[in-house]
Structure formats: structure tokens, C-alpha cells
């Protein structure tokens, strides 16, 4: 007589192995690093203000944010935190009044007040301020001493709002959005103007006076270098060569673009200090590029060549990560 054999149904192997899936995602959350499950939120707030910036611009029809107070919907607001407010997906209402204390949460379990806070639990402060003059790196060779003086405004950004411990370079990071619309990573390190370069005989000249974030207290980490969360990419814009042009692939004129391959492909992704001085975009100036170790890339000297800096995202979003 056989006797019946127990096994398990297609559907039991089914659940089992979806089961056994969660349990691995579950495990792999719980190995990551703090470090690793911020950054995608850390661009994701840079990115957003950013193109938030770039909305207003378009709107407004100009070359530069508003700024100043507005009488609308409450008596002195800062008009470009309002616009910006306004041209995100925000959870409860917005606070940009000018005389407002408008900051982070500060310490474990506090409660902060920034300007608002996005659906993706991001918190801004800082946009209620007005923006100040700072200076940028000259734009030519001809004027490596020059300075060319910008607006810029400081900005905090929290990516989880008050929940964690709220702390400098773990879940809150200070940047600086230009009038333009660029923005760029902060720093909780005064650089001081004064420095008297080689290149420029005796001549003194102010270096860009990025301020300290108020909200950094006694931090001194630099998140303008290689500590910083973010990634950055050099991409070169180069006219057509007569050789490609014969061969069909362009027409004469044309621009190609393509990222600039710095000594390897390991070097694709940099930090903003490293790519701005290879570009030479100049937010720094030529004295900062020589005390970090960098210097104008050759390809991007050439006539008829421009480089420029894109932020790049340093990790994906995983469908099951959270700040914390």
C-alpha cells in the first residue's frame, strides 16, 4: 500500500518565496549605512531646489530670483521663498516671512521651523532671507586675481525634517542657491577673503566669501570638497571636427557635448571644489583651485571649448529606503 506524500502546492512555494524576498530586502535596509540611505535624499533636495529655481526664472521671465518682500498671501514674505514654496508638492503651509526664525531642528527630538517641507518629508530654511553680495573667480586668464561680485543666499536643507538626531553632515546639509538659479554646495567653513596668490605677483584680492551657515554652530567640516555628500560630473562642449564633419556624423557648426573623462573612468563622479576648478567655472577662485590640488583641465583651454558642471546622482532611490 503507498502511502500519500506531503508536499507543497504551487501557490504555498509562491508565498514561501515572497516571504523569504521580504525578509532579504528587510536584512539588506537593516546592514546599509546611514550614509548610503541619505544621499539619494540629499540630491533629491538639491535637485528639487533647483529646478523649483528654474521654474521661478522661467516664470518671472528674468535672468535672476526675485527677491524682497512680498504683501502677498502674508505681509513680508520673501518673494523668491513664496515662488519657490509655490512651485513644489509642500505637506501643511509655507512660512517665509522675512522677520520669521526660520530654521532646522537643532539637537535630538527638537523642533525646528523651516520655510516648509516637501512631500518627500525634505524641510528648507533660509529661503526667507534676502540674497548678499558675495564674490566669484575671475572668468579669464587675463584676470586671474579679478573677482566678479554675485548674489547668494544660504539655504539648510533637512532630509527627514525633525525626526533623527538632526545633525550637520548626517541628515542636514548647507547650501548656497545664486540669484541665477545655480545652486551649489554650502559650507560650514568661513573661507577668508585676502589671500595673495603666486600667480598674481604682491597683488591682494578678495577671495569669494562664502559665510558660515548660522545654523552650522562649531561644525568645520568643508562640504565644498571631496566631504561633501554630492557628486558632480565635468562635461566638455566642443565644436565638430572637419574629420567629422566629412564623415556624415555632424554638420558644420555643431556642438557635441560629452562628459570629460578625467585620468580614468574611476573619476567620473567628483566633488563640486574639483569639477568648478577643472571647468573652470570659477565659484572658486584660482588660489582655492591651487590649495585643493586642482587645476583648469587642457580640454577645457582649448578655442572653441567650453566645460561645464551637472550634479550627478551619487546613489538610486531604492523602493524600500527611508532616511532612517
Not at 97 to 122: D, H, M, Q, S, Y
Not at 257 to 266: A, F, M, N, R, Y
Request: charged share 20%; with cysteine.
Amino acid at each position: 500500500m503507498r502511502k500519500n506524500i506531503n508536499g507543497w502546492t504551487m501557490a504555498e512555494l509562491v508565498v514561501a518565496m515572497m516571504v523569504l524576498a521580504v525578509i532579504m530586502i528587510l536584512s539588506v535596509q537593516a546592514v546599509r549605512t546611514k550614509k548610503i540611505k541619505t544621499l539619494p535624499f540629499a540630491y533629491a533636495a538639491v535637485k528639487n531646489l533647483n529646478e523649483a529655481a528654474k521654474y521661478v526664472l522661467n516664470e518671472k521671465g528674468t535672468a535672476s530670483l526675485p527677491d524682497g518682500p512680498v504683501a502677498y498671501p502674508v505681509a513680508d514674505s520673501n518673494e523668491t521663498c513664496v515662488a519657490m514654496a509655490e512651485a513644489m508638492s509642500l505637506i501643511g503651509d509655507y512660512n517665509c516671512v522675512k522677520t520669521a526664525n526660520c530654521k532646522p531642528a537643532n539637537g535630538e527630538g527638537n523642533t525646528g521651523n523651516p520655510n516648509f517641507r516637501t512631500a518627500n518629508l525634505i524641510s528648507y530654511s533660509g529661503l526667507e532671507k534676502d540674497f548678499v553680495s558675495t564674490y566669484r573667480g575671475g572668468a579669464s586668464d587675463a584676470g586671474k586675481c579679478a573677482t566678479l561680485e554675485t548674489k547668494m543666499k544660504d539655504v539648510m536643507v533637512d532630509i527627514n525634517g525633525d525626526d533623527g538626531k538632526n545633525e550637520i553632515g548626517v541628515d542636514q546639509f548647507p547650501i548656497k542657491l545664486l540669484q541665477t538659479g545655480e545652486v551649489i554646495p554650502g559650507t560650514c567653513t568661513d573661507i577668508a577673503p585676502g589671500a595673495t596668490p603666486s600667480e598674481c605677483g604682491s597683488e591682494t584680492f578678495n577671495n569669494p566669501t562664502f559665510t558660515k551657515h548660522p545654523d552650522c554652530a562649531t561644525v568645520t567640516t568643508m562640504f565644498i570638497n571631496e566631504k561633501e555628500p554630492f557628486a558632480y560630473t565635468v562635461y566638455r562642449s566642443r565644436l565638430a571636427t572637419e574629420a567629422e564633419v566629412n564623415a556624415g556624423s555632424y554638420k558644420s557648426g555643431e556642438r557635441i557635448t560629452e562628459p570629460l573623462i578625467i585620468g580614468d573612468e574611476s573619476k567620473a563622479e567628483i566633488s563640486f571644489a574639483e569639477a568648478d576648478c577643472i571647468a573652470r567655472n570659477n565659484v572658486l577662485t584660482r588660489t582655492q583651485c591651487a590649495r585643493f590640488g586642482y587645476s583648469p583641465a587642457t580640454e577645457c583651454k582649448e578655442e572653441g571649448v567650453y566645460c561645464f558642471v551637472k550634479q550627478s546622482r551619487p546613489v538610486s532611490m531604492n523602493l524600500f529606503a527611508l532616511p532612517y
